[in-house]
């Protein structure tokens, strides 16, 4: 089963979208991500280790986003060189519902479940 024009259109443009919208959400988080005051005097101490706990939680974010796009960019290489849709494991073709659900998917659904046998509790996000 290969994939026809029209879909292969339909998934670029979803990851170019979903590329967008990392990015945009990557400039609003870089706010909460910024130092946090040391300055007790014009914050409370409790205020202090919400800010610290928003700072972290906020840098997770941006870390997660990061490989997001990683993942994106990936698979527009993989559309551009025409191995989009193709496991990069074993080179089979990863099933269209699959690629709906996430278009940057690079293992087929047999290799993925491998992996995670292999790997139990860690979860491969392909």
């Known amino acids: 089963m290969s994939l026809t024009d029209q879909q292969?259109?339909?998934?670029?443009?979803?990851l170019l979208q979903l590329q967008q919208e990392l990015t945009a959400l990557q400039q609003t988080g870089a706010e909460a991500a910024r130092v946090v005051e040391l300055d007790q005097t014009s914050v409370g101490r409790l205020s202090r280790m919400d800010a610290l706990q928003g700072q972290a939680m906020s840098q997770e974010q941006g870390r997660r986003r990061v490989n997001e796009q990683q993942k994106i960019s990936a698979a527009l290489r993989r559309l551009a060189a025409g191995d989009y849709g193709y496991c990069v494991a074993c080179d089979e073709p990863i099933a269209v519902p699959r690629l709906?659900?996430?278009?940057a998917v690079k293992l087929c659904?047999?290799?993925?479940?491998?992996?995670?046998n292999a790997w139990p509790g860690i979860?491969?996000?392909s």
């Open 8 to 14: 292969l259109e339909g998934f670029r443009q979803r």
């Open 100 to 103: 709906e659900l996430d278009p």
């Open 109 to 116: 659904i047999d290799c993925a479940n491998r992996r995670e």
């Open 123 to 125: 979860r491969d996000k």
